[in-house]
Every structure is written in structure tokens, then in C-alpha cells.
């Protein structure tokens, strides 16, 4: 009966505790207040366009503004509002795009911001000068130039016309830099803070907390309504936990696993308020293309045919945060591939015996014996990268494959991935809305030692493809929903079963718990999102 | 000069072969009978894990989706872990790792310690003054601080944990063999070598280190625990050994934090292990200092 109280009192005060309201619910914001919140990891650099992940945006983001954002207050994380553009109009042939910019606009330092400003910034991110990596510019091919009539316009000329182009403008990403600090050095924004955004950077300790104060000049007149916040950098999940569960941070905007949730809420009752959503993102294993015997696709897709996602899916949601077994697409999204035709993908076969059968054949005729060794690079970041990372290792070993696994902080990790240092590696694809543009852009052609310029610069498996770049275009300019899917499809069989560049382990599950004091923050499918923290505000 | 060498040289074996490893060992036991019992757990702990793949019930790398943390039943004694691997056999093989680290960082750390802590006492003057400032910036840090830094320069991996712990014993052993050294320095069988024109290396090397012996011997099973230690240390940080290698610090780490309330035996075990293991290397080597340390001897 004991043994019963603990998930009963669990079970009850999570049906108790209802999901937090929308932000809009909340009732009348209070100024005042520091949210402290913790970070699992820490920044490469404190350049938005260059870098890729959580670890920068959390608390970078209430440093900047962006043309347009998501509506901090829609849960779905799709709908786009203006952010430093107050209004914008779509051309009749659909390839001019005219943004009219906020005037009264001051970066933190007092210059006033002009759409310079801004084609300064988009000329960086879509057209970046050799040398200066830009992750997404992969998802502006379609850009042909950018234009400023007039200081308070900025207009978008594309070569063709692109349903997801205003998603693209929305990007947490596309950070509003300064042009006259541009002009003098490209890569100041890697070292230096200097933004329009609610917040004015205070400092940055490395390994310990990074500061951010009320910007009093901002534009959106009454906001933020916090006083300031307070990162900590918290790589231990665990500590995460206690550092909630003793109110020592209010929230950590990632998400925790199952058993996180369900120990805070056991230990705050009504104190603690949990937000779930499905989760834009999945772990890749990546193969490096330059390092043998992953030239062979024979090998490539003997490691997806290794892997039992089904039982992944069963076992690893119970322990981690991932759950639905998945293509390119989030399931249940309008152009996800339904299971049926999923389990026609190598690595997607419903009988697992004969999938790993198929995979030891073709290790044989590959050449590669019983046992053969490589490595395994995995990021530093416990959740889900550690148990995933163990699972990968499992399920390789039972095709005789024998892998060690070797674990790198974010900075080593992206520097190996980028560098090509590696022979297998952990690769994350998490976007900030689920769009085939903004989801497949990553896989167009990336870097390779003969040409080191690629498409996309966040593609590591250090390989070519043209026919996947021209899949990627022609599913970019199909407006017809029927014809788009048919491309995505092609793309997806291209990239995970024919070519297998990369493979998809399990799709995420988002699980915020926050103290029940935070308040204007509404969870999405995205851990990108949402944390310019302007309309959050703490209860007393 | 001559007459001193021989005779000093000679009457060691005598007395070995007289009183006999058999009767040291009674002796020791009899005197010291926690070290015995240390040792006998170190013992065992050795044959463990050299005979891992004989005793563990299963193969630690071995998941079980279907036995996912299975609390200790008749057929997981100490239960499972959050990928279903039997949590004993991943302790047995833990030890392995364990000893495998404690005994190679011991080794290296406390040799390569006593080589140039003689080697500095005996060549004295500048470049005593040298290896001793050299050592004294890494003496500055705290051993596992410094760890922490070598294995965040080398990265993870059992290679480069056994690096990341040997560097920061090197001074310590080094400060221990010199201040035992520079007594022998001065002994006349030393003079006697060097007027007998030996060569620096065959004077450190035959007639310096194997006098520094006692000392070597208490700072090589003192290292053991404590290099044992900060494996799991490490591990347990994520900077050491890395899964699925089976290893006690990494036993404790990530779901066995996240499900401590639910299933417990995850965490308990392999820190009753690692407890028990640094235990008895300190029982052991406090015994063995006792032993062999002749201000101590009689106490």
C-alpha cells in the first residue's frame, strides 16, 4: 500500500494541477522581479546566426529583436506577428516581400536602428562572407536580394515564390545586429552583446551565470515587466531539479524527463505548474562521409537497418525525452509520412530480425568483419543525448558491431561535427516550427574537405548531394500541398533509406515544470522559442 | 668504503629468506588485522575482476527493454538499470575498470613520482631547485581539480583518465621520494658508487631508488584508493569513462539520479562498491605504512 502513495500522490497532483493557462489568462501583469532560470549548457559563441543551440538562445535572446517572431502567447508556435517590423506585404507574384520597419527603435547603446541595420543583418545570415559560418543559410536559397528604399523599409526579392518565407523572417535566430559594427568586424557578435531587446546585457561568468537588466528604452512601451534575470548554467540535470525544487531557479526552459516532472510535482504540489507539448526536434546519428568504411552507403544503412525504433520508442519514453518513432517530419503534422508508408524505409521495417539480418549481409559484402570498432561522438548534454547515445550503441552491437562512445562538451562537439572530426556523431535537427523548408534545409549539401563552401553549413556528414539540393528546391516551390508532400517524401526516402546521409533516432516530448510564480510564458513545440521574456512577469 | 657495501647488501636477503614471506604475512595479520582484512577485499576485488567474464550472471552491456529497472530478484540479485543491464554484473565488470585505473594511475603515478623525486634529491642544487618549483605549481592545485583540468584538455576515455589522475600524483609521490632520498644520498655506499665512477643513471637507478622502496610501497597502495576514487569522481562528473563501459562512478550518474526514489538499487549498490573498495586500499595501505614505517613499528 506504501509503495502506492508515491506515484498516487504523483498521479493526483498532476490531474490536480491544471496545465497552465495561456499566457493571455493570466491575469494583470506585476512589474519587479528577477527570473532566475537554469541552462543545461553553455554558448560556443554569442553569435545568434552562427550557432545552433538552446544553450545561446535562452539567455541571449532577451538581448535582440527580429523582424517578425512567433506569438509568445500561441501555443502551436506558428503563428507569426511582427516584432521590429510592424507591418509587411506580399508582392502579387509572391517573390517581393516589403517589411515596414518600427520607428523609435534604439539599440542598447542609443543608435537609433534603420532597416541598414537590417539588410546588414540578412546580408550576413543569407550571403555570408567566406570564412563566417552562418547554420541557417541553408533555409535562404531562395533569396535573391535585399533591398532598403527608404530607412524604415527593407524589402525581400526571392527567385521564386515560397510558402515558408515569412516563417524563415520568424527565425529566434535572425537577431537585428548593429550595420556600423558589422561593417567594421564581421565576427564581433561572436565575442560582444549589442541588441534593440527587452533586455541590456549585464555580464556573463563563464561556468556560472550570465545577467541580463531592464532595457528602460524599449520600444514596446510597459515592457518587460521583470526588473531582469538571471541564467545559471547548470549542465547537471539533476542539479536542474534541486535547484527548483529548493526555489532556487524558477524554471528551466528546455524540459525535463518523465521522472523529473513527476518528483518536482510530488515535491511542490501546487507550487509548480507543468507545460507539455510535442517537441520540434530528434537526435541524427551522422556519418562522415570522408571517413571510412561510412563512404559506403552499403554501411550507412546497415546502421539504420540495426535499429529497433519500435521497442526505442516503447522503452526510451519511459526513461528520456523522446517518444513517437518518426521521418522528416513531426507525426500527425500535414506533411509528416504516415506509419504505413514509414515502415517501407530502411531502419522502419516492422520485423526487426529480418531488418538486422539484412544489415549484417551488407556489413559482409561491405567488407566490414565481425567486431569491427569505430567511434562514437556524443554531446555532453545528458538529456536525451546520454540514454540515446547508450541505446545507438546497443542496438549497433547486435549487428557485431563494436563502438565506443566518446562524450564532448557543445563548444568540442560542434567544432568536432564542423570540423569533420569524427566518424559517427551525435547531430541534433530541432527547429523553431514544424515547415519542411525550415526542417530539411540542413541536409542540402554541406562542407567538404574539396569544397569547403556548401550549402548548408549545418549538414556535417561532409558530403554532396545533388539530387537531395534539388529535392530541397522543388518542395521549397511547390504551392500545391499534394505536390509539396510528393517532393518531401522523395527527400525523406532520398536521405534516410537510399543515401542514408543521416539517420533519425526518436522525436522528442517537451516537458516544462516551472514555478507556479512565472507567469506570460506559454510552452511550444519548440525549446527555441519564447524567450525574449518580455511578457513574462512573476507572481509575488 | 668497500667493507660497508657488501655487508649492508648481503644481510637484506638473509634476513627475507630466514623469516620467510609466509611468517611476514602471519605477522602482518596477527598485528594488523583490519589491513588483513583490507587486504583480502582488495584481494578479492583483483580476482573479481580478472575473472569477470566467469562470474558476472550476465553480459553487462546487455540491455533488456523488457526488465527495465527491475528491482533484486532470484534472477537480477541486485537488480536492473534503466536499460534492463544487470546491475551486478555491471558492478563486477565495474570492478575491472576500477582496478585497472587504480593500479596503472597508482603505478605510474607513484614510479614516475619516486624517479624524479630521487632523481631531483640526487643531483641536488639547480636542478633540485627546478623539478622542485615545477612541482610545486602542480602541487598548488588540489588532486582532483587537476584532474579535472587534464581530462578537459585529453578529453574522456579510460586512456586518458588514467592520464588525467597519474599527472596530479606525480608531485606528491616525487615530494615523498625525495625527502627519503636525500637521506640516502648522503649514505656512504652512495659515495662509494660514485667513486667507483658508476654513472648517474646506474647510481639512481640500483643503489638510490630500491632504498626508497618502503616509501614507494605506502604511497602505491595509499594512491590505489584514492586514484579508485577519483575515477568514480570523474565518471560521475561525465569526464571519465564513458558509457556503456561498465564503471561504479558512471553507475551513479544520469538515470540513477533521475530514478533514485523509484528504484534506488541503482545508486546503492555501486557506491557500496566503490565505499568498500577505497576502504579497503586505505585499511590495507595505512597497515602497510605501519608496517613498514620503523618509527611506527613498534607502536
Sequence with gaps: MRRCLGPLVTLFAVLWLPAAPPAAAQGMPRYGGELI???????????????????????MAPHYNTLLRIDPMDRSGSKVVGD??????????????????????????????????????????????????????GS????????????????????????????????????IYKADILEKDIRWYETNVMGTGPFVFVEHVKGSHWV?????????????????????????????????????????????????????????GARIAVQESPWDCVLLATMNHEKKPFD???????????????????????????????????????????PAELEKLAGYWPDINKSRAEARRLLKEAGVPEGFAFTFKNRGVPMPYEPLGVWLIDQWRQVGLNVRQEVAETAKWFADLRGGDFEVAMDAQCGYMVEPDLDLYKFQSGPTS????????????????????????????????????????????????????SMYTLQWHRIVPHSARVKGWTVTPSHYLNNQLDTVWLTE | MMAVKPAALGEIPEVAERGGWRRAVLEFCRARPLGAIGAVVVLINILVGLGAHVIAPYDPLATDYGAMLA???????????????????????????????????????????????????????????????????????????????????????????????????????????RSSALAIREMPYVDAARAAGFSHRRIILRHMLPNVMAPYLIMLTAYLGQ????????????????EPTPAWGLMLRGAAVQFAESAPWMAIFPGFAISLAVFAFNLFGDSLRDALDPRLRTQ
Excluded at chain 1, 38 to 51: K, L, Q, T
Excluded at chain 2, 121 to 128: R, T
Excluded at chain 2, 227 to 242: C, H, N
Aim: glycine fraction near 8%; include cysteine.
Design chain 1, 37 to 59: 532560470f537554469a541552462v543545461p549548457s553553455e554558448m560556443p559563441s554569442y553569435d545568434g546566426h552562427r550557432e545552433s543551440t538552446f544553450a545561446l538562445i535562452h539567455p
Design chain 1, 84 to 137: 521590429l517590423a510592424e507591418s509587411w506585404t506580399v508582392g502579387k507574384d509572391g517573390r517581393t516581400y516589403t517589411f515596414r520597419l518600427r520607428r523609435g527603435v534604439k539599440f542598447h547603446d542609443g543608435a537609433e536602428f534603420t532597416s541598414r541595420d537590417a539588410k546588414a543583418t540578412y546580408d550576413k545570415i543569407v550571403f555570408p562572407p567566406s570564412g563566417v559560418a552562418s547554420e541557417r543559410k
Design chain 1, 140 to 175: 535562404y536559397v531562395n533569396i535573391e536580394a535585399v533591398e532598403t528604399p527608404d530607412p524604415h523599409t527593407i524589402v525581400f526579392r526571392l527567385k521564386f515564390p515560397s510558402a515558408s518565407f515569412l516563417s524563415s523572417v520568424a527565425s529566434p535566430w535572425n537577431w
Design chain 1, 212 to 268: 541580463g537588466k531592464k532595457n528602460p528604452n524599449y520600444w514596446d512601451k510597459g515592457k518587460p515587466y521583470l526588473d531582469g534575470y538571471r541564467a545559471l548554467f547548470i549542465k547537471d540535470s539533476a542539479a536542474q531539479v534541486a535547484a527548483i525544487r529548493g526555489e532556487r531557479a524558477h524554471i528551466q526552459f528546455r524540459g525535463f524527463s518523465p521522472a523529473e516532472r513527476d518528483s518536482l510535482v510530488a515535491a511542490l
Design chain 1, 296 to 338: 559506403d552507403k552499403r554501411v550507412r544503412r546497415a546502421l539504420t537497418l540495426a535499429l529497433d525504433r519500435y521497442q526505442g520508442s516503447q522503452a526510451l519514453s519511459k526513461i528520456a525525452i523522446v517518444k513517437a518513432v518518426a521521418g522528416v517530419q513531426v507525426p500527425g503534422t500535414p506533411f509528416a509520412t504516415p
Design chain 1, 450 to 501: 574539396a569544397a569547403p563552401r556548401g550549402i548548408s553549413d549545418a549538414n556535417y556528414t561532409r558530403q554532396k548531394d545533388s539530387v537531395l539540393d534539388e529535392l530541397y528546391v522543388k518542395q521549397s516551390r511547390a504551392i500545391d500541398p499534394e505536390e509539396r508532400k510528393k517532393y518531401v517524401r522523395e527527400f525523406e526516402k532520398r536521405l534516410l533509406d537510399e543515401e542514408v546521409h
Design chain 2, 71 to 177: 528491482r533484486p530478484s532470484a534472477g537480477h540479485w541486485l537488480g536492473t538499470d534503466a536499460f534492463g543491464r544487470d546491475v551486478l554484473s555491471r558492478i563486477i565488470y565495474g570492478s575491472r575498470t576500477a582496478m585497472l585505473v587504480g593500479f596503472a594511475c597508482a603505478f605510474l603515478g607513484a614510479t614516475l613520482g619516486a624517479v624524479i623525486g630521487v632523481t631531483s634529491a640526487y643531483f641536488a642544487g639547480k636542478v633540485d631547485l627546478l623539478i622542485q618549483r615545477v612541482m610545486d605549481i602542480f602541487l598548488a592545485f588540489p588532486l582532483i581539480i587537476l584532474a579535472l583540468a587534464v581530462v578537459s584538455i585529453l578529453g574522456t576515455g579510460i586512456e586518458n583518465v588514467i592520464m588525467a589522475i597519474t599527472i596530479p600524483m606525480i608531485p606528491r609521490a616525487a615530494l615523498v621520494a
Design chain 2, 227 to 242: 586514484a579508485i576514487l577519483l575515477e568514480a569522481s570523474l565518471s560521475f562528473l561525465g569526464l571519465g569513462v564513458a
